[in-house]
């Protein structure tokens, strides 16, 4: 059976799924989007995606044409329909169609798109043996022109700093701001252990404030680990104890590498293996 898409209320076999060429999620990158998983039949923190996602589609002036609860039902019946219990979730809020030119009000009718999907980002022997991480030139986008903090579908400047890392063989990107601290990698956030304290960059770095860097930070806090919001530069992470990188897709991967440096003694340490385990029991044990 062909894979279900959800478009604004209807859904459609995968092949079917289409919007139009003048939607301005097309032609500008107009819209914006959450990535969020399912584990057992269960959505990992919903209210947490819906609330960011309307707070990305407040930032860019764009009324979501529905509301939270009714996307969540929507969300839930895309994942049904498709029989997916453990998986990954696409909900994308495009502009709509409108004209060749970037004036928003000639788009009156936002598509929503929701696609449910498996997903692996990275093989299992990184989780076991940890990845490398190169920081790029390409700095984060500048708080003041586009934030961080807004999920759109904007997301070149990423992207630029991926093709960076991939061209160093790394496959993540660390990325600095505008004064040099250091603030994610192109799709998950950055913790760093030291003396036994988490360390990661506070929202005012630049950041996408992500869900599972909130989850991680709870279980911390949970275990008695102090965590510590502060500006970190690429000295607090050649120096570090332990690294870690955290994302939906990514869920918690040990770093042991960066910008050729060893992180520790060059191996996952006990306080990321904790976290990892802690995260997936907190993840399959349906805790919203
Ligand atoms: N930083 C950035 C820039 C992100 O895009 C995160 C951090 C982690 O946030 P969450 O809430 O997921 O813990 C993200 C989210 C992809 C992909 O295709 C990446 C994300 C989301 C969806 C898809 O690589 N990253």
Known sequence: MALKVFISGKFYDKDDAKISVFDHG????????????????KVF??????DR????AKAIRLTIPMSKDEMAAAI?????????EDG?????VTRGAGTLGLDPNHCSDPRVIIITDHISLYPKELYDQGLELITVSTIRNHPAALSPRIKSLNYLNNILAKIEGFQAGCSEALMLNQQGEVTECTGDNIFLVRKGELLTPPKE???????TRDAVIELACE?????REIPLTKHDVYIADECFLTGTAAEVVPVVKVDSRPIGDGTPGPITRDL??????LARNHRA
């Open 88 to 92: 990954y979730i696409r909900v994308v």
């Open 223 to 227: 275990s008695g680990i102090s965590v």
């Open 53 to 56: 996602l309307w707070d990305s």
């Open 276 to 281: 990892m385990a802690k995260f997936h029991r």
């Open 205 to 211: 770095a630049g950041i996408l404030e992500g869900i």
């Open 26 to 41: 097309l032609l500008y990158g107009d819209g914006v989007f959450e990535g969020i998983r399912s584990y057992a039949g």
């Open 76 to 84: 839930e019946e895309t994942l049904r329909v498709n029989g997916i």
């Open 45 to 50: 923190r919903m209210q947490q995606h819906m």
